[in-house]
C-alpha cells in the first residue's frame, strides 16, 4: 500500500519560514492535500491539489510537489499556526500521512 | 452551507458492532455528486480512512477495514451510515464524517467528530 512519510515534529521561530514534507514514491505524479488540525477540532484543509488554497487559508500558506516529496510552507509563522498538519492523497485508497507537530518558538 | 453532524453511541463492546451516522444540513445528498467518507482518529494517534460511497450508492473502502465496514445512504433522511463489525479496543476513537466532491479530490467539509470508546 502506498506510505506517506512525515516528519513527526518541527519547529519555527515566530516570523520565520516553516517547512513540512510529505514523502512518498512519484508523490509529484499525484495530487496532495494539506490539513491543519489544532488540538480537540477536526482537521481543516489548508491547501488542496498540491498549491491551491481554499479563500480562508492565509497566503501564507503555499505547497508544491515534485518527484517524490510534497512540501506545505507557512511564511511568517504565527503562534496561531501552531497545529498538526496532515498529507493526504489517493492511490487506490485514501492515504494520509502520520502527521508533523508544528511549533512555534 | 453544508454542515455535517455525527451522532452514535459513544460506548460500543467488543465484539459487538459500531454504528454511526452522519446527518447533513444546508445541502441535499441525493441532489449533488458529490461523495461521503468517514475518517477515524485514535487518541493521540494520526488520521486513518475509513471508506467512502458515492451519492449513486457506490463504496470505496480502506482495505485494512474493508471485510468489517459497510456504508450506505438514506436520501429520505440527507444521511449517510457507518457500520463497522466485531470491534475491538483498537477500534477506539473519534470518528469524522466528511464530504469531498472525488476521490483524489481533498475532504473540504467536515463534521466535528464522535469519540466512540470501545471496552466491555
Known amino acids: 500500500s502506498f506510505e506517506l512519510t512525515q516528519p513527526l515534529s518541527v519547529s519555527v521561530a515566530l516570523g520565520q519560514t516553516a517547512t513540512i514534507s510529505c514523502g512518498g514514491d512519484?508523490?509529484?505524479?499525484?495530487?496532495v492535500h494539506w490539513y491543519q488540525q489544532r488540538p480537540g477540532q477536526a482537521p481543516v484543509v489548508v491547501i488542496f491539489?498540491?498549491?491551491n488554497r481554499p479563500s480562508e487559508t492565509p497566503e501564507r500558506f503555499s505547497g508544491t510537489n515534485s518527484g517524490n516529496t510534497a512540501t506545505l510552507t507557512i511564511s511568517r509563522a504565527q503562534a496561531g499556526d501552531e497545529a498538526d498538519y496532515y498529507c493526504q492523497v489517493w492511490d487506490t485508497s485514501t492515504v494520509f500521512g502520520g502527521g508533523t507537530k508544528l511549533t512555534v518558538l | 452551507q453544508v454542515q455535517l453532524q455525527e451522532s452514535g453511541p459513544g460506548l460500543v463492546k467488543p465484539p459487538e458492532t459500531l454504528s454511526l451516522t452522519c446527518t447533513v444540513s444546508g445541502g441535499s445528498i441525493s441532489r449533488s455528486r458529490y461523495y461521503w467518507g468517514w475518517i477515524r482518529q485514535p487518541p493521540g494517534k494520526g488520521l486513518e480512512w475509513i471508506g467512502s460511497i458515492y451519492y449513486g450508492g457506490n463504496t470505496y473502502y480502506n482495505p485494512s477495514l474493508k471485510s468489517r465496514v459497510t456504508l450506505s445512504v438514506d436520501t429520505s433522511t440527507n444521511q449517510f451510515s457507518l457500520k463497522l463489525s466485531s470491534v475491538t479496543a483498537a477500534d477506539t476513537a473519534v470518528y469524522y464524517c466528511?464530504?469531498?466532491?472525488?476521490?483524489?479530490?481533498?475532504?473540504?467539509?467536515w463534521g466535528q467528530g464522535t469519540l466512540v470508546t470501545v471496552s466491555s
Open positions: 466528511a464530504r469531498h466532491t472525488g476521490l483524489e479530490y481533498a475532504f473540504l467539509v
Open positions: 491539489r498540491n498549491s
Open positions: 512519484d508523490i509529484g505524479s499525484r495530487n
